[in-house]
């Protein structure tokens, strides 16, 4: 559990500085093993080309005297070497002679090396690892002669293991260095590289402390930190506009739902205060009143579905392959039915028969009714509403009062009502609900200047399916 719980608390930079350090020791690691192998196999070559190189003047010597009779030999030029022959002292140390009947000799003083029979019989020059008598470890090598017998040099790999052992202490030096250097600039090049992160946790937590989302995040730079900076920005942004609107949306409503809750209050309150003081209403008053209240229940009824259908979270629709025409066709069919005073004139064209997106087309229907019956409010009885089709487009134009310019870029808004349609029934949310699911589908909808003599104009694009 102590384990686990220092694991979590090491910083990121922290854990990047290690793994610097454990990558570069173990690279350094790698190259000092190379090197120190390579080393002492270069110096191993070196020596052993020496003792096979080294010149023997005893059998040059033997050499020259094979041409006539001589007493003679290898073995008494080295082990018993002649006054004469006393220059030959210097090239004694580490040397002996293999019999071929396995006896050996070596001049007065050599550290002898442990051989086998097999060293006895060589035919070949080789090198190989061994031991003198004294235990001392040496090369040796073994280089046969005309007369059966082998030469044995030798030579100690005590000063070999001296410069390994030296070299391999300084490659260790320079990997704790080079770990240490590493790890160090690891850790500097993580606090530099990762100062932005520090600065957007701390905004970050500021934030999920104080709820502020009016806190700038302000991170430079385009590479994934900047970007991780920009996205949280953004997302900020987005929440700090979507509860602007939720607040809005809550302060519209109440102010919406008062207006009707009032006037139904008003109205049970005349009934329930007759129906204590026992003094009747007439008749009349009494079914006026009645249809107020249905009138108003209803208003109240479609106003909170509205509410509740503006709240709704876009994620929650469906994606599903959709026929505009269809939806259009739907649509309309339903308005023919709740304003049968009205001429619906629907105009497909053939280039939009096989218009498809991918979307809720309950929510579609739902909006290009909501446009239907906002022309059907705002146009007189018996007139004609057009709706028309084209490429990824559809207008619905009646022949209403029409929209002042000025006001084009506020119908879409939650609760707006223009100022001569303030009398009418209805909260403001309609369009505010056609925009949002347009929006959502990834299309634009807006009011357009109409055809002469005609009065509003609205537009829907929605981006055909992928």
């Known amino acids: 559990m102590t384990r686990r719980r220092s694991e979590r608390k090491l910083l990121l930079r922290d854990r990047i500085g290690i793994i610097t350090a454990c990558v570069v020791a173990v690279a350094i690691v790698g190259v000092a093993a190379v090197t120190w192998l390579v080393t002492r196999q270069n110096l191993r ?9 080294k010149p023997i003047p005893a059998v040059s010597l033997m050499n020259k005297a094979a041409d006539r009779p001589t007493s003679l030999d290898v073995a008494s030029l080295i082990c018993k070497p002649p006054a004469q022959q006393q220059p030959l002292q210097q090239f004694l140390e580490g040397i002996q002679v293999l019999r071929a009947d396995g006896s050996t000799c070596a001049p007065d003083g050599v550290d002898k090396v442990t051989t086998t029979l097999t060293d006895h019989a060589v035919t070949t020059q080789t090198v190989r690892n061994g ?3 004294s235990g001392v470890p040496v090369r040796v090598a073994l280089r046969p002669v005309g007369n059966g017998d082998v030469i044995a040099i030798s030579r100690a790999l005590a000063p070999i293991d001296d410069v390994l ?4 202490s300084v490659l260790i030096v320079m990997c704790l260095v080079g770990a240490c250097t590493a790890g160090a600039a690891g850790l500097l090049l993580a606090r530099r590289a990762l100062a932005p992160m520090r600065q957007l946790t701390t905004t970050a937590e500021h934030i999920a402390r104080t709820e502020d989302l009016d806190t700038s ?5 385009g590479d994934e930190i900047g970007r991780l900076g920009s996205a949280f920005s953004a997302m900020t942004t987005a929440l700090r506009d979507s509860r602007r609107r939720q607040q809005e949306l809550v302060t519209n409503a109440a102010h919406e739902l008062s207006t009707p809750l009032t ?8 009934l329930v205060r007759s129906e204590h003081t026992r003094r009747a209403i007439p008749a009349g008053t009494r079914a006026t009143i009645l249809d107020r209240i249905q009138a108003q229940t209803a208003e109240f009824g479609t106003l909170v579905a509205e509410l509740v259908e503006l709240a709704r979270d876009n994620h929650d629709l469906a994606h599903d392959d959709v026929a505009i025409t269809t939806v259009i066709e739907r649509a309309v069919h339903r308005a023919t ?3 049968p005073d009205h001429i619906f004139d629907l105009d497909i064209h053939a280039d939009t028969v096989h218009w498809a997106t991918v979307g809720d087309a309950a929510a579609l229907e739902t909006a290009v009714l909501n446009l239907l019956d906002n022309a059907v409010k705002f146009s007189p009885p018996h007139s004609t509403i057009a709706v028309r089709t084209g490429t990824h487009w559809l207008t619905i ?7 002042p310019q000025e006001h084009r870029q506020h119908v879409f808004d939650r609760f707006w009502r223009a100022p001569a349609a303030r009398a009418l029934p209805g909260s403001g949310l309609g369009l505010a609900i056609v925009a949002n699911t347009i929006t959502a589908h990834g299309g634009t909808v807006q009011f357009v200047d109409p055809p002469p003599g005609w009065g509003a104009c609205v537009r829907i694009d929605l981006p055909p399916r992928p």
């Open 131 to 133: 031991e003198t008598w």
């Open 337 to 339: 039915s709740r304003a």
């Open 397 to 403: 134009t009646d022949q209403g009062p029409g929209i």
């Open 263 to 270: 006037s139904l209050r008003t109205n049970v309150d005349l």
């Open 45 to 53: 070559d070196q020596l052993d080309q020496t003792l096979l190189d």
């Open 217 to 221: 995040v302000e991170v430079a730079g």
């Open 165 to 168: 052992t030296t070299l391999g």
